[in-house]
């Protein structure tokens, strides 16, 4: 709030108080004069409406009608610094209750339940405002929670000199928190920066890592369409940066028994086990460290009625996406995307991807497994 407007507010607030204060008229302690002869004295308390018991300087108390005092003028400056006072402790408490209010709103629930939901891990997700035309209009730039712990996080983007800190702050479990809506000509200031968290959890039998997660988006990839799929636990169309898989996090054997030898463990019983989740990618795995995908539509979705050419192509992207950034987590060599013949669209669209994507090369894969309808990603550039 502008020093103006709190300054517009305090007055009013102190109109509205000393208003108030003179509809009550006294109170016990106040200084009074007389209107219709001379003296006054100290109002001893309210007898009613419109009688006040009132000390005169002689010592005898005497009741007076409220019709024939006048508060001394030299109480009403005490009187306008106890309305002040009441009317700042008010501007202070509206101000944090908007504050309040402001902070929840940039926080909400993900959707952990919808079906088959990303790997849980902290997720940097752009949201277009305008999920119909994603190249257009401002972005929230967002902090996705999709774990059980409560994060702690400091966000901060890469200047020239250094970093700024963007934002900092607290989002609870399975939660999400708009850092900030930018315009698309902030985009570039955003295309890189750090994120820095500790996840806290209510019982750790094996702690978690703190999240330090520097990232770094290809200013190109906020301008094709492409780069926003759908993300599952948000609902939405969004550039998605993983920043760190749970799993990830969970500390190892070796600093397991450190933590129980400094006593922030307890002693007996084993650790828990890290049983790997099961990634997207697993699922097409052929043999280690490769995997086929088919992205023929049919195999994708169980009912294509109702979906134009655009929603399958976009069905289809999505799956890619997902797909390769699993397969890159998860160390693969090689993914073949079956992306079939016809008109070449999705061929196309996958080789335009590829290009956000560095490490990696593609190549036609082989013809007489394939024919000529699927396309090689290696991602450690072996061949």
């Keep these: 709030m502008s020093a103006k ?46 009688l006040v018991l009132v000390a005169i300087d002689d010592g005898f108390e005497i009741p007076v009608m409220v019709s024939d005092l006048v508060l001394d003028p030299a109480a009403v400056p005490e009187r306008k610094k106890q309305a002040m006072e009441v009317a700042q402790r008010e501007v202070l408490r509206q101000e944090q209750e908007k ?32 999920q119909q035309w994603l190249l257009t209009g ?22 020239e000199d250094g970093l700024e800190n963007a934002d900092f702050g607290q989002v609870s479990a399975y939660s999400s928190v708009v850092i900030e809506t930018i315009s698309r000509e902030d985009l570039n200031s955003w295309s890189s920066g750090l994120v820095q968290a500790l996840l806290v959890e209510e019982h750790a039998n094996q702690p978690l890592m703190p999240l330090h997660a520097p ?84 195999e994708l979705v169980e009912n294509i009625a109702g979906l134009s050419s655009r929603d399958m192509l976009n069905n289809q992207l999505d799956y890619f996406n997902k797909c390769l950034d699993s397969a890159m987590v998860n160390e693969y060599d090689k993914v073949t995307f079956i992306h079939g013949v016809g008109n070449g669209v999705l061929k196309n669209a996958i080789v335009n991807a590829l290009s956000n994507y560095e490490g990696t090369s593609n190549r036609m894969a082989s013809m007489s497994k394939f024919g000529v309808g699927a396309i090689d990603v290696l991602l450690k550039d072996k061949a």
């Design 138 to 159: 401002p972005i929230d730039v967002t902090l996705v929670n999709h774990s059980n712990t409560e994060l702690l996080y400091s966000f901060g983007i890469k200047l």
């Design 5 to 50: 407007a709190k300054d517009i507010l305090w007055e009013d607030c102190l109109l509205l108080q000393i208003k108030l204060n003179f509809m009550e008229k006294y109170k016990a302690g106040d200084k009074v004069k007389f209107l219709n002869e001379k003296g006054g004295g100290v109002v001893v308390r309210n007898i009613d409406s419109r």
């Design 99 to 130: 504050e309040e209010e402001a902070d929840a709103a940039r926080k909400r629930s993900l959707r952990r339940f919808a079906r088959n939901p990303e790997p849980e891990g902290i997720y940097l997700a752009f949201v277009p405002h305008d």
């Design 215 to 298: 990232y770094e988006i290809k200013a190109n990839r906020f301008f094709k369409e492409g780069s926003y799929t759908s993300s599952v636990v948000l609902g939405e169309k969004a550039l998605v940066v993983n920043l760190q898989l749970i799993q990830a996090l969970r500390t190892d054997d070796q600093k397991t028994r450190q933590f129980k030898k400094d006593g922030l463990l307890p002693e007996g019983g084993k650790a828990n086990v890290v049983v790997k989740e099961k990634q997207i990618i697993d699922k097409h795995r052929t043999t280690a460290g490769e995997a086929v995908v088919d992205l023929h539509i049919a």
